[in-house]
């Protein structure tokens, strides 16, 4: 909230009578003292003692010079107020403030004072030792409420209470507060409630029918009314009336309107309703019902079938002539509306130069009025309101008393423009209409039209012209002050007014509350439109960027909208030179709430700029806030402003700078600046682009070479974050690709609107990340790009591509650099093959089905050689290419884009293909692992998997089924439990009795992950019944293979399993592997063995474990390890002892039943933290023993 800019604690004269007081000193010593008695009890500062002649030599002078007895001099009651209020005598200013105002003479500091919230708030802060309260200072809690609220028994003088008075401060308005909330919201409810529908029909007809019925009166028009009616009491000055009607209506707010209800705007006063009501008022209808039949003997007869038609026919013909003859005469009345116009510029060219000539006629008329033989005085009033004049009537006060009596009139200095214009028309048409007169009456009445003088009833007395200018000077008028002057001259035209706001608005803004600053919006901008002074166009336009300190979203959106209606009126010209430099100065703001508006300035104002100060000012002020501003909202609002200022540039030469930017956008750090980019940005520069010609020659190529940049350079470590960048932009420039190839198509030229044109259908083309990004906004219309798209698919598959340029260069040479790209990717990365495989289903959704089948996927089977041939080992044996990214790009990007029948089948028949090639030539599985975790994200897809993977299932080859056993456990995440339970288990439990060992262990990481994400119960004891009988078969015993997959995966499920699966199955084998462990004899077989036990372990360690399972497995496994590990390796054993010890600690912890204390909750913390850093210890482990040792050092 601002403060006002006048202080209420100094008096207007105390900065003189400081003055006065220092020079006083400074002339010599003090004279005698005063008695007591005449020295005024009251507590002034030194200030306004010096200044009333009670301090120093000022107040000695001022005694010895009074007679004695005599009483010294009165101190204004302004100088009391300010003095009360800087002592803080907050109640004695009160009770003062209330007596004056009951005495009629109402001072305004203590109004001004008493009607500002913020001089009783307090803020929470804790304020400097020097700027801390005096004891005596008024404190009270924020709030919105006033004096109203407070409470001054509590300030007394034993100190603050700063604590406990808050609270108490708090709870009396958090208390009001929600009685105010249960308040409206029974307001709320009742007014809902309570409608018109809740009438009987028939009450309802009563009360329209018979004006003495009265409806009932709802809860909100009872407390509108209410409200209007203490207003009025209030204007008529009924003041006890209002006070007994708002004892009555003590559950309303009087003071404020909003209490009556919710965004219910104010309506007017009684007395003005009254006054309008006849106007609204409508006279009734008189209603008769009136019955009418034909004689069936004047009835003609109905014309025959063939009569009607060529009738029919003749009355179309005829207004069909008719239809031609209103367009001829549209088009004569269009050539006489021009011809007129320019003889209407060319009349009010010579009009112009008719009121130059005239205005020399206006004083002459004035000095030859005739006066009454009655002494009168004219003075001019009511004259029109473009008279170019305004009175004033200081001059009227001293020639009033002149002995020529004539009209003192004041004319603006400023060249009298057309605002006589009125003025002389009448002259001239009082002078046609009085020709049959004197020659002298015209000149008068055209006197009369100009200034419209009124009488004045002059006394018949004899006194001198300087004596009544003495008596006048008894009239108190305050002329000689700014304000006084600005009030003393009326403005009677737009020109007077515009220069009186130019003058008055600095002084007016400042006084105005900060939170309702925006409501001068209107007055500066229409000011600054209008004002003859460039030098004031300028100061009003730097008060209206400096108006709110820190803008709000609102605030901005009205100070822009504010801006553009400026530009609108004033043109490019003066926008250039009047507003673009108060953004310059703007630019690096301290404030970001500024600078956002200079940034939301630069765009708004685009349309209306000159060319050349877009493409060069504003894009460098652009510029340099994006490249230099900290705060991501301003860099938003710049990227979005560049969008605009890109659809308005038309100089080739800054098409790098703009791609420089954009480039620079892309990169930045902020997400909110990257999706204005893309959003905004992005769109706008792309359609610049394709008018250039360079988005097929230039920006496309470009971010492709930047991908395959990366992509070179990513052998060392792939940059996933650029790279999604440049393929997400790639992603946004396929719209306007795609709107490229139709506009310049070799139909193009055919496409007219006839007819009904079919819808386009709602999944034709991706949801576009914005309305820029959207095909049919970048054609023009959907009907447009309906005929467009009819027209493409009927090219594509009876005509082909011959000569269509556009489309044969995404053929021929975007489509194999893509494919070729997408070879060089790294199949494990799993960010880099999404990016892509979005990209192409893009692609082939935007360009459509006929353009995918025929174009893209010929382009990828050539690549992957598996359209015609069957799968043969020995051909396909060192085809490298299917491991490459190629398939998963192919798979999840180009055959997903279209999900009909023969598209699913075409991509299982490849997934399987490619399963059953890369399994029998033993070649890696990652390029069909990235295909099966793409496709698995989407739950459309689980059931197109699961066929692929039953056909793996019952294939012949044991490779096959090994490796469609461990596909399962990709798919297995994200799954639907039923389908798991009907599906999944099924074929897994199928895979575990295999005659191949291989197969049989390659289902157990699908078990787990079904162990770690299912939690039906059946299905979980399935599971579990079967990794039993993988641990408890003797024929496993001897299968190293097997219990390395099982201990780690229990080591990799475990810590997610559910606690009961753990406790009951994981912890128990791993013990028992453990200690058959220690009987190994092979030692690499017992330390893979061992090694794989210690990661389950160290992973299990984080689980709550009860002190049974503790005791009886857990610690007991661990020594086991221990033992193979102090043989096998000894850098281990030391972790291990770490862990034993700690297991140990807990249980013994657990053993003493203590009451909890701040002893035993230190003692937990203190566990917690070892645990803690015992598992940081263990990220950092390397296979180094040197490492290993040092670990557990004590540190010194």
Known sequence: MAASSVNPFLSDSDEESERRSRRGKDVGAPGPSLPAAHIPTLPLSPQQEAGYGYAGVGLRETAVGLPLGAEPPRVPLDTIAAQLLRDQYILTALEFHTELQEAGRELPRLRDYFSNPGNFERHTSTPPKDLAPAPGQLNRAGSISTLDSLDFARYSDDGNRETDERVAVLEFELRKAKETIQSLRANLTQAAAFTENDVPLQERKNYKSSPEIQEAVKPLEKRALNFLVNEYLLKINYKLTSITFSDENDDQDFELWDDVGLNIPKPPDLLQMYREYGSHATSSKEMKDVAVQAELDDLEELPSVEESATLQQLQLEEQTKIVQELQDQLHVLNNEKISLSLQIRQLKSEIEALKRQSLAAVPTATDSMVHSPAMTEQVPENRPVDSGEYLDIRSFERNSCSEEKEVSTTYPKDTITDYTCPSVTSVTATTLTTNNKKETEPAIVCSKSVHEPVQFDKPNRTLSPAFHQALMSFCRMATDSRLGAEVSRIADSEQCVMLMLGRCL??????????????????????????????????????????????????????????????????????????????????????????????????????????????????????????????????????????????????????????????????????????????VFLPAFAAWTTELGKLQSHLIPTLLSNIEKILRDGEHGLDDHKLHLYLSAMQSLIPPLFALVLKNAPFASKAKLQGEVPQIEVTRFPRPASPLQDVATIIGSREQLSVLLQLYDNQLEHEGTTGWENLLWVVNQLLPQLIETVGKINVTSTSCVHDFSRYFWRLCRTFGKIFTNTKVKPQFQEILRLSEEAVDVSA????????????????????????????????????????????????????????????????????????????????????????????????????????????????????????????????????????????????????????????????????????????????????????????????????????????????????????????????????????????CHFLPGLKCLRTDMEHLSPEHEVILGSMIKECEQKVENRTVQEPQSSMSIAASLVSEDTKTRFLNKMGQLSTSGAMLANVFQRKK
């Open 876 to 1111: 396909t044996a060192g085809n490298g290419v299917l491991t490459k990214a190629t398939v998963p790009i192919y798979a999840t990007g180009v055959l997903t884009s279209y999900n009909q029948e023969e598209d699913r089948k075409l991509l299982v028949g490849f997934l399987e293909d490619v399963m059953t090639t890369l399994s029998l030539s033993h070649a890696p599985l990652d390029s069909l692992k990235a295909s099966f975790v793409e496709l698995g994200a989407n739950p459309a897809y689980h059931e197109l998997l699961l066929t692929v993977l039953w056909y793996g299932v019952v294939h012949t080859s044991a490779l096959v089924r090994c490796t469609a056993a461990r596909m399962f456990e990709l798919i297995v995440r994200g799954m639907n439990e039923a389908l798991i339970d009907k599906r999944v288990a099924p074929a897994l439990v199928t895979l575990s009795s295999d005659l191949e060992f291989s197969v049989r262990i390659a289902t157990i990481p699908a078990f787990g992950t079904i162990m770690e994400t299912v939690t039906q119960r059946e299905l979980l004891e399935r599971v579990k019944m079967q990794l039993a009988s993988f641990l408890e078969d003797p024929q496993y015993h001897d299968q190293h293979s097997l219990h390395m997959e099982i201990i780690k995966t229990f080591g990799r499920v475990g810590p997610n399993a559910e606690p009961r699966f753990r406790d009951e199955f994981v912890l128990p084998n791993l013990h028992k592997l453990a200690i058959s462990n220690n009987q190994k004899a092979v030692d690499t077989k017992r330390l893979d063995i061992a090694i794989q036990l210690f990661e389950a372990y160290s992973a299990l360690s984080c689980c709550f474990i009860s002190e049974e399972l503790m005791v």
């Open 506 to 679: 600095p002084h007016i803004v400042p006084n105005v509350l900060l939170a309702k600053r925006e409501e001068l919006i209107p007055l500066i901008l229409c000011t600054a439109c209008l004002h003859p002074e460039p030098k004031e166009r300028d100061q009003l336009l730097h008060i209206l960027f400096n108006l709110i300190k820190r803008p709000d979203d609102e605030q901005r959106q009205m100070i822009l909208t504010g801006c553009v209606a400026f530009a609108r009126h004033v043109g490019p010209t003066r926008v250039e030179a009047e507003l673009l430099p108060q953004c310059w100065e703007q630019i690096n703001h301290k404030y970001p709430e500024r600078r956002l508006l200079v940034a939301e300035a630069c765009g708004a104002l685009a349309p209306y700029l000159p060319k050349e100060i877009r493409s060069s000012l504003v894009l460098s002020m652009l510029q340099q806030m994006l490249t230099e501003d900290k705060a991501d909202l301003v860099r938003e609002a710049v990227i979005k402003s560049l969008g605009i200022i890109m659809a308005y540039i038309d100089d080739p030469d800054k098409y790098l700078q703009g791609f420089e930017l954009q480039m620079s956008a892309l990169n930045d750090p902020s997400e909110r600046v990257i999706n204005a980019t893309h959003q």
